[in-house]
Protein backbone atom coordinates (compact mmCIF):
# COMPACT_ATOMS: atom_id res chain seq x y z
CA UNK A 1 0.00 0.00 0.00
CA UNK A 2 2.81 2.48 -1.04
CA UNK A 3 1.94 6.09 -0.92
CA UNK A 4 3.59 8.72 -3.40
CA UNK A 5 2.84 12.56 -2.91
CA UNK A 6 4.02 14.79 -5.46
CA UNK A 7 4.17 18.23 -6.45
CA UNK A 8 4.39 19.80 -9.69
CA UNK A 9 5.00 23.70 -9.74
CA UNK A 10 6.17 26.26 -12.20
CA UNK A 11 9.02 26.98 -9.39
CA UNK A 12 11.97 27.43 -11.82
CA UNK A 13 14.59 26.02 -9.19
CA UNK A 14 12.62 23.01 -8.23
CA UNK A 15 9.83 22.30 -9.69
CA UNK A 16 9.57 18.68 -9.00
CA UNK A 17 9.45 17.21 -5.34
CA UNK A 18 8.18 13.64 -4.41
CA UNK A 19 7.73 11.76 -0.77
CA UNK A 20 7.59 8.17 -1.36
CA UNK A 21 6.40 5.36 1.18
CA UNK A 22 7.98 2.05 1.13
CA UNK A 23 5.03 -0.30 2.34
CA UNK A 24 6.36 -4.07 2.74
CA UNK A 25 6.08 -7.18 4.80
CA UNK A 26 8.23 -6.59 7.55
CA UNK A 27 10.52 -10.12 7.08
CA UNK A 28 11.01 -9.34 3.45
CA UNK A 29 14.89 -8.15 3.21
CA UNK A 30 15.68 -4.87 1.41
CA UNK A 31 18.67 -2.60 1.83
CA UNK A 32 18.62 0.84 1.81
CA UNK A 33 19.17 3.04 -1.55
CA UNK A 34 22.60 3.02 -3.17
CA UNK A 35 24.40 2.65 -6.49
CA UNK A 36 23.36 -0.91 -6.40
CA UNK A 37 23.38 -2.09 -10.11
CA UNK A 38 25.59 -2.87 -12.68
CA UNK A 39 25.65 -2.92 -16.98
CA UNK A 40 22.52 -1.70 -18.22
CA UNK A 41 21.32 -0.21 -14.94
CA UNK A 42 24.69 1.77 -14.11
CA UNK A 43 24.82 4.93 -11.98
CA UNK A 44 21.27 4.18 -11.14
CA UNK A 45 20.16 4.93 -7.07
CA UNK A 46 17.47 2.96 -5.13
CA UNK A 47 16.75 0.74 -2.24
CA UNK A 48 17.79 -2.94 -3.27
CA UNK A 49 14.99 -5.58 -2.61
CA UNK A 50 17.26 -9.01 -2.04
CA UNK A 51 14.22 -11.27 -2.52
CA UNK A 52 13.84 -9.94 -6.62
CA UNK A 53 16.97 -7.70 -7.13
CA UNK A 54 14.78 -4.73 -7.89
CA UNK A 55 13.87 -1.44 -6.28
CA UNK A 56 10.43 0.21 -5.41
CA UNK A 57 12.01 3.79 -6.20
CA UNK A 58 15.32 4.29 -8.98
CA UNK A 59 16.60 7.79 -9.40
CA UNK A 60 18.99 8.63 -12.25
CA UNK A 61 20.68 11.53 -10.84
CA UNK A 62 22.61 12.74 -13.98
CA UNK A 63 18.96 12.20 -16.23
CA UNK A 64 17.12 14.28 -13.59
CA UNK A 65 14.61 11.30 -13.29
CA UNK A 66 12.73 9.16 -10.84
CA UNK A 67 10.48 5.96 -11.14
CA UNK A 68 8.09 5.17 -8.24
CA UNK A 69 6.55 1.54 -8.67
CA UNK A 70 3.45 0.88 -6.86
CA UNK A 71 1.39 -2.37 -6.46
CA UNK A 72 -2.35 -2.18 -8.15
CA UNK A 73 -5.26 -4.48 -7.56
CA UNK A 74 -4.47 -8.06 -7.93
CA UNK A 75 -7.47 -8.54 -9.52
CA UNK A 76 -5.94 -10.61 -12.24
CA UNK A 77 -4.63 -13.16 -9.77
CA UNK A 78 -0.37 -13.83 -9.33
CA UNK A 79 1.29 -14.27 -13.07
CA UNK A 80 2.69 -18.08 -12.74
CA UNK A 81 6.38 -17.40 -13.78
CA UNK A 82 5.87 -13.65 -13.63
CA UNK A 83 8.66 -10.83 -12.85
CA UNK A 84 9.40 -8.88 -10.39
CA UNK A 85 7.63 -5.14 -10.51
CA UNK A 86 11.03 -3.62 -9.20
CA UNK A 87 13.03 -4.30 -12.21
CA UNK A 88 10.26 -1.52 -13.52
CA UNK A 89 11.61 1.58 -12.35
CA UNK A 90 15.11 0.76 -13.36
CA UNK A 91 13.86 0.36 -16.77
CA UNK A 92 12.08 3.35 -16.65
CA UNK A 93 15.19 5.45 -15.55
CA UNK A 94 17.60 4.07 -17.86
CA UNK A 95 15.70 4.80 -20.99
CA UNK A 96 13.58 1.33 -21.77
CA UNK A 97 10.35 0.80 -22.30
CA UNK A 98 8.52 -0.72 -19.36
CA UNK A 99 5.40 -1.21 -21.17
CA UNK A 100 6.39 -3.94 -23.60
CA UNK A 101 3.54 -6.07 -24.03
CA UNK A 102 5.75 -9.24 -22.83
CA UNK A 103 6.89 -7.35 -19.83
CA UNK A 104 3.29 -6.45 -19.28
CA UNK A 105 1.86 -10.13 -19.84
CA UNK A 106 3.99 -11.41 -16.94
CA UNK A 107 3.90 -8.81 -14.40
CA UNK A 108 1.16 -8.54 -11.66
CA UNK A 109 -0.82 -5.41 -11.99
CA UNK A 110 0.84 -2.27 -10.92
CA UNK A 111 0.91 1.91 -10.79
CA UNK A 112 4.49 3.36 -12.04
CA UNK A 113 4.74 6.64 -12.03
CA UNK A 114 7.63 8.95 -14.04
CA UNK A 115 8.53 12.56 -13.25
CA UNK A 116 11.15 14.52 -14.77
CA UNK A 117 11.78 18.19 -15.66
CA UNK A 118 10.53 17.56 -18.91
CA UNK A 119 6.67 15.92 -17.49
CA UNK A 120 5.18 13.86 -15.14
CA UNK A 121 2.57 10.70 -16.05
CA UNK A 122 1.23 7.31 -14.23
CA UNK A 123 1.05 4.29 -16.12
CA UNK A 124 -1.26 1.60 -14.75
CA UNK A 125 -1.61 -2.42 -15.55
CA UNK A 126 -4.62 -3.95 -14.01
CA UNK A 127 -3.42 -7.86 -15.38
CA UNK A 128 -5.29 -6.90 -18.90
CA UNK A 129 -5.33 -2.98 -19.69
CA UNK A 130 -2.58 -0.34 -19.84
CA UNK A 131 -3.90 3.41 -18.79
CA UNK A 132 -1.53 5.95 -19.24
CA UNK A 133 -1.90 9.39 -17.69
CA UNK A 134 -0.24 12.66 -17.75
CA UNK A 135 0.46 14.41 -14.24
CA UNK A 136 -0.17 18.08 -14.87
CA UNK A 137 0.74 21.14 -11.97
CA UNK A 138 -0.34 21.13 -8.97
CA UNK A 139 -0.43 18.72 -5.94
CA UNK A 140 -1.41 14.87 -6.34
CA UNK A 141 -1.38 11.90 -4.93
CA UNK A 142 -0.97 8.15 -6.02
CA UNK A 143 -2.17 4.67 -4.19
CA UNK A 144 -2.72 1.55 -4.81
CA UNK A 145 -6.55 2.50 -6.55
CA UNK A 146 -4.57 5.28 -8.92
CA UNK A 147 -3.74 8.87 -9.43
CA UNK A 148 -6.21 11.43 -7.21
CA UNK A 149 -8.75 8.83 -6.81
CA UNK A 150 -11.51 10.55 -4.83
CA UNK A 151 -13.21 7.59 -4.28
CA UNK A 152 -10.18 6.25 -2.20
CA UNK A 153 -10.55 7.66 1.55
CA UNK A 154 -6.91 7.60 2.42
CA UNK A 155 -6.36 9.37 -1.39
CA UNK A 156 -8.87 12.25 -0.99
CA UNK A 157 -8.09 12.60 2.69
CA UNK A 158 -4.11 13.39 1.99
CA UNK A 159 -5.08 15.36 -1.00
CA UNK A 160 -7.37 17.61 1.11
CA UNK A 161 -4.83 17.56 3.73
CA UNK A 162 -2.06 18.50 1.16
CA UNK A 163 -3.82 21.56 -0.34
CA UNK A 164 -3.90 23.18 3.19
CA UNK A 165 -0.24 23.01 3.25
CA UNK A 166 2.59 25.03 1.84
CA UNK A 167 4.81 23.32 -0.67
CA UNK A 168 8.06 22.29 1.08
CA UNK A 169 11.08 24.53 -0.01
CA UNK A 170 13.66 22.15 -0.98
CA UNK A 171 17.47 22.92 -1.29
CA UNK A 172 21.02 21.47 -0.92
CA UNK A 173 21.92 22.84 2.18
CA UNK A 174 19.18 22.65 4.55
CA UNK A 175 18.94 18.90 6.60
CA UNK A 176 15.93 16.51 5.45
CA UNK A 177 13.64 17.71 8.56
CA UNK A 178 13.37 21.33 7.39
CA UNK A 179 13.34 20.82 3.58
CA UNK A 180 10.32 18.50 3.82
CA UNK A 181 8.93 19.52 7.01
CA UNK A 182 5.42 20.83 5.46
CA UNK A 183 4.98 17.38 4.67
CA UNK A 184 6.05 15.29 7.28
CA UNK A 185 3.55 15.59 9.78
CA UNK A 186 1.40 13.50 7.06
CA UNK A 187 3.60 10.31 8.20
CA UNK A 188 2.75 11.31 11.75
CA UNK A 189 -1.07 10.72 11.15
CA UNK A 190 -1.89 7.11 11.06
CA UNK A 191 -4.96 5.93 9.93
CA UNK A 192 -8.29 4.79 11.82
CA UNK A 193 -8.29 0.56 11.78
CA UNK A 194 -11.21 0.88 8.56
CA UNK A 195 -8.38 2.95 6.83
CA UNK A 196 -9.85 6.00 6.62
CA UNK A 197 -8.05 9.08 7.92
CA UNK A 198 -5.64 11.44 6.04
CA UNK A 199 -2.26 9.14 7.79
CA UNK A 200 -0.69 7.54 4.93
CA UNK A 201 1.37 5.32 7.43
CA UNK A 202 0.33 1.61 7.33
CA UNK A 203 0.78 -1.66 10.05
CA UNK A 204 -1.52 -4.62 9.59
CA UNK A 205 -1.15 -7.82 10.43
CA UNK A 206 -1.66 -10.66 7.79
CA UNK A 207 -1.93 -14.08 10.06
CA UNK A 208 1.66 -14.31 11.21
CA UNK A 209 3.07 -11.52 8.86
CA UNK A 210 2.92 -7.99 9.24
CA UNK A 211 2.88 -5.37 6.31
CA UNK A 212 3.66 -2.08 7.36
CA UNK A 213 5.44 1.38 6.14
CA UNK A 214 8.96 0.96 6.39
CA UNK A 215 10.92 4.20 4.76
CA UNK A 216 10.15 6.87 3.08
CA UNK A 217 11.88 8.54 0.05
CA UNK A 218 12.00 12.04 -0.74
CA UNK A 219 13.11 13.42 -3.82
CA UNK A 220 13.65 17.27 -5.70
CA UNK A 221 14.58 17.59 -9.08
CA UNK A 222 16.41 20.86 -10.32
CA UNK A 223 17.60 22.06 -13.63
CA UNK A 224 21.01 22.29 -11.62
CA UNK A 225 21.02 19.12 -9.15
CA UNK A 226 18.72 15.98 -7.92
CA UNK A 227 18.22 15.98 -4.26
CA UNK A 228 17.13 12.44 -2.69
CA UNK A 229 16.91 11.88 1.25
CA UNK A 230 15.90 8.79 2.55
CA UNK A 231 14.53 7.84 6.32
CA UNK A 232 13.67 5.00 8.23
CA UNK A 233 12.13 4.80 11.95
CA UNK A 234 14.04 5.10 15.20
CA UNK A 235 12.73 1.60 16.18
CA UNK A 236 10.43 3.42 18.90
CA UNK A 237 7.51 1.64 18.37
CA UNK A 238 6.03 3.98 16.20
CA UNK A 239 6.94 5.22 12.46
CA UNK A 240 7.63 8.83 13.54
CA UNK A 241 10.53 10.72 14.58
CA UNK A 242 12.67 9.40 11.49
CA UNK A 243 16.28 8.85 10.92
CA UNK A 244 17.47 10.84 7.84
CA UNK A 245 20.14 10.12 5.02
CA UNK A 246 21.39 11.80 2.95
CA UNK A 247 21.37 9.59 -0.66
CA UNK A 248 22.43 12.64 -3.19
Not at 188 to 205: F, H, K, L, T, W
Amino acid sequence: MCTALVSISADPDVPVLLLGTRDEFTDRRWIPPARWWRGAFDGVLGGYDVQAGGTWLAVHPERRLVAMVLNGPDAAGPVRGGRSRGRLPLITVTGGDPFQPALLRSTRPFHLLRLSLAGASLGSWDGRTLRRQEIGPGVHVVGNTGLDRQDDSRTSAALRWLGERPRPKVDRARPAEECWGPWLSLLGREPSPDGSGDGIVVREAHGDRIHATLAVSAVALSPRHARYDFGQPLGTGTFMPLTWRRVL
